[in-house]
């Protein structure tokens, strides 16, 4: 079947401009989750959505990031006023709820460039 | 929260068997142990997970020794394919705080 899709695969913008990439998980994974990856460096958890439950999004790194999820499809991450410093690859991975933590399906990444 | 520490970089050869070790000390009770792998431009890929003792899949095995404060990934007779970064996972079922690991970037050559 299908894996984790994401789009855009690069997105390019102005330096306080908002941007919204989005996440297709697996069909049937109630779990998913953001990272960001800057370059050269490891991945930095944002945000977990579990089924209808509400996500915690203590890993956001500010007020301008913010994430939605419908049901258990679809999830937005929107960058809000963009920074040089939110420049880097946007991580999307779903799994199975009893699997969490175990087995994660990633995406291939949104590259955002913020120049 | 558990904190993992993995070695920066690692060379090998082709044909060699490679050990990766990730030490979290803080690793709580319900904490599994899970490694990635991710090549460039890519999303990371799952290999292994475990809780205890040892775990063998196809592609590698997972030694965790009694006390579980760190783990080891071996990966025998590598190839030039496996040059990547390898992540260790640290995370718990029923939580949703999950820490990868700085990555251990292994070049394999020939």
């Known amino acids: 079947g299908a894996g984790v899709s994401q789009s855009p695969s690069n997105k390019v913008t102005e330096k306080g401009k908002d941007v919204e990439l989005r996440c297709d998980p697996i069909s049937g994974h109630t779990a998913l989750y953001w990272y960001r990856q800057r370059l050269g460096q490891g991945l930095e958890f944002l945000i977990y959505f579990q089924g209808n439950s509400a996500p915690d999004k203590s890993g956001l790194p500010s007020d301008r990031f913010s994430a939605e999820r419908t049901g258990e499809s679809v999830s937005t991450l929107t960058i809000q006023r963009t920074q040089q410093e939110d420049s880097a690859v946007y991580l999307c991975?779903?799994?199975?709820?009893?699997?969490?933590?175990?087995?994660?399906?990633f995406g291939p990444g949104t590259r955002l460039t913020v120049t | 929260l558990a904190k993992t520490t993995q070695p920066i970089s690692m060379d090998s050869y082709e044909g060699q068997e490679v050990n990766i070790t990730c030490s979290h000390n803080n690793i709580a009770t319900n904490d599994y142990i899970t490694w990635y792998q991710q090549f460039p431009s890519q999303g990371p890929r799952f290999i292994i997970q475990?809780?205890?003792t040892k775990v063998t899949n196809e592609v590698a095995s997972l030694f965790i020794p009694a006390d579980r404060k760190s783990s080891t990934l071996s990966l025998p007779r590598v190839s030039l394919s496996d040059t990547a970064v390898y992540y260790c996972l640290v995370g718990s079922k029923g939580g949703n705080k999950l820490t990868f690991g700085t990555g251990t970037q292994l070049k394999v050559e020939l």
């Open positions: 991975a779903s799994s199975l709820a009893q699997r969490l933590a175990y087995e994660q399906y």
């Open positions: 475990g809780y205890k």
